[in-house]
């Protein structure tokens, strides 16, 4: 029952310097830092669109929705500082349900030093979902905006792309401390996350700062997941596609003028993991491949919600 | 589809002062005091649960859900900020549902200077939910606990109790400003709001403030709509019974020292709303009633998600 979740709940969530008031009021209480900026964000996952709870642990759900708000904290270079946490549970075994949704968020929270700040606990007849939104604090440097790309920067990514459907989209990491890294070391004009679709984000990020973007597409870091699809499938998909269409890599998009983006690829500042540059923005609006030397367009491959 | 929908939104939008970005970008950024404190809930309703949307327009449901959080901040006696919008709707019209609940949202948004400041917009094969999470600023007194009641402080509530199903559960007016009022006016000790039942929701007060309450069923206002319940109903619940167990209600409850109860009483501040003292904290933890100048245990009633 609701009450003695929460009882459980209230032991289990750990202290927070800047969390002046948890769970058990009718809201939390936090300090943010003295310029009183605040980057917020949510994301809802459902049970049979993000992840399929007849096929895995509620602990990797509840991690997986975290990790998604996260990563959008991420796209910011913002500090995560605090989550809340909305459940709408199914009935049956909504109790141990919600105990492994919390079991797969507090390693997560921990590792981030994030605080879970607050929530609301619903039961339903219908599936899971789990909405979370996440409070952050950008750095002295501001917000790392999608839309400050401009004509002739390179296009930089981290780790690889593609296939994340056999298991990365659940159990990926947020690239919190990556952004923060890069936008503390270097001017990075422009950033994001990949979250449905290399072409369909980047051509997002494009848009967002008037410009267009030029892929060379040979230079596109292909996981060996996407190329393990493309082995798989009959369809006619190659791993370059699942690459450029596949949704939720959890991958940062950065703009970064050519000398900067030179020195990042030289240094790989984040190694083991690897930032590729995989093409410029471009002055002429739209996504472009570069093809023998010349501009064709490319055709744009992501995830969207669908409904009338 | 999403991008249409989002970008209808965009248009829709007004700006707010303290909105530094709005929806677009991976995360929204706020402008917050200089203290740099906030406050935070989030409430998640859905069909079939918090409303019918077989019987009310969307527009209905989506102004319920920004007045549930809204209520959320009154109780702290927070200023409404900013909010951020999770939707799960269902494929069939979800586009159509989706420009309904905002619809419903925006005046009251507006009514209360508040930055519908970003969101997700998702679809699934489930029926709606919808996730809001409010941020707020603490007024120079600090948030409104409900832990802060002593024993001999009177009770006192807004408005009137019961019956809110006929209609003030989706119609009510969150008492933001009210809150605002009497905490910058008087020195009130604790506050919540009441959403599951009056009987619920003070037990919860005084448990939070380790103390009881002593409840003098005589002076608890009872609403109307709880009388025609009372009438209308085969079912032995008396008015008084409704006032005291239904939920929904969204009046305030506060604990405030017997001086300024007396003020508050006699001057009604917040007229043509009601401020009524319906008793008083007490050392004896527990829910009382005075029945003939004896002190008697009242059985607490109201609305609890049910899972196991």
Redesign the interface.
Known sequence: ???D?IAWLRGRLPAHPRL??GI?????????????????????L?D??DFLLNEIDGRRAGRKALAANLS??A??A?TPL?V????????????QL?VELYEGMLPLAEKYSVAI???????????L?I?I????E?TDRG?L???GARPGDRILVTGEFGGSILGKHLDFDPRVLEALLLHERFQIHAG??CSDGLSLDLSRMAT?SGCGALLELDRVPVSTDARALADRRASAATALDHALGDGEDFELILAVDSASAAKIIDEQPLAPLRVTDIGQFIAESGLWRLVDGVRQPLAVHGF?????
Chains 1, 2 share one sequence.
């Not at 946490?85 to 109790?95: D, F, M, N, Q, W």
């Not at 607050?118 to 599936?127: A, L, R």
């Open positions: 029952m609701e009450a979740f002046l008031l058990g009021d009718d809201a939390a209480v936090l300090q943010l830092g003295r310029r009183g900026q605040c980057v917020v964000t949510t994301d809802l459902s049979g669109v959008d904290l796209a910011m913002a605090a809340v946490v909305a459940l709408a549970l199914p009935r049956a075994g909504g109790g919600a700040a607050g929530g609301d606990t619903n039961s339903w007849d219908g599936p979902a909405a939104t996440a409070i952050g950008p917000p905006l999608r839309s994001m996350d967002a969207q919600h669908q409904f009338d």
